[in-house]
């Protein structure tokens, strides 16, 4: 199956600070979501992008899918950023997702 | 909020002991995931439904088993419970098709087993 994996394992920042993070799927997809894990365990949707790019406020992704990669771009990073970020790849007939192990944001005051 | 409602919130169990915990999907979604984190873990799947029926199935332990129900709520029954099994375990929901299928997931179940 398709392999997903993300970069860095962990981010350290100062509040107001810029970030990306990556995402890399080992086959063509044909759904990519971005996910934020709050430290209180909750799973929140940020992007469904499997190709192109979206903003929400602070926060950007961009798919691209010929070369199966997708980036979170976090401007100017608040303390409520810190988290855990996962990404989730589904490819050609496959219905469930895989999941990379996420990058842990830890974002000071 | 995702629309994707699971209860309880928290679970407080001992050994050797069944629980079942509950999912709602979201208004329309026919897909129910269940997945299982332990501490410090990735999201492992374990199993899918889709309008009733099984559709895919992860690395579920035997002594777990699942169900969806005809109004499409599931249930994931847990027995046998061992201290290993404590985690957060999370259900989404899609529409389910092959198409544009985005998943929810609820606000999770942290099972602890004492």
């Known amino acids: 199956g398709i392999q997903v994996e993300q970069s860095p394992p962990d981010l350290i920042l100062q509040e107001g600070a810029n970030s990306t993070l990556r995402c890399n799927f080992s086959d063509s997809v044909n759904n990519l979501q971005w996910f934020h894990q709050n430290p209180w365990g909750q799973l929140i949707n940020l992007f469904y992008i499997p190709s192109g790019t979206k903003q929400n406020g602070r926060l950007s992704a961009t798919t691209v899918a010929t070369e199966r990669y997708s980036l979170l771009y976090i401007s100017s990073s608040q303390t409520t950023d810190s988290g855990v970020y996962f990404c989730?790849?589904?490819?050609?007939?496959?219905?469930?997702?895989?999941f990379g192990r996420g990058t842990s944001l830890i974002v000071h005051p | 909020d995702s629309g994707v409602t699971q209860t309880p919130k928290h679970l407080i169990t001992a050994t050797g002991q069944r629980v079942t915990l509950r999912c709602s999907p979201r208004?329309?979604?026919?897909?129910v995931y269940w997945y299982q984190q332990s501490l410090d873990q990735g999201l492992q799947f374990l199993i899918q439904y889709y309008n009733g029926e099984e559709r895919a199935k992860g690395n579920i332990l035997e002594r777990f088993s699942a169900q969806q129900f005809p109004d499409l709520h599931s249930e994931l029954n847990l027995s046998s419970l061992e201290l290993g099994d404590s985690a957060l375990y999370f259900c989404?929901?899609?529409?389910?098709?092959?198409?544009?299928?985005?998943?929810?997931f609820g606000a999770g179940t942290r099972l602890s087993v004492l």
């Open positions: 989404a929901s899609s529409p389910g098709g092959l198409g544009k299928n985005i998943q929810y």
């Open positions: 208004s329309g979604d026919l897909s």
């Open positions: 989730a790849a589904l490819s050609g007939g496959s219905y469930i997702p895989t």
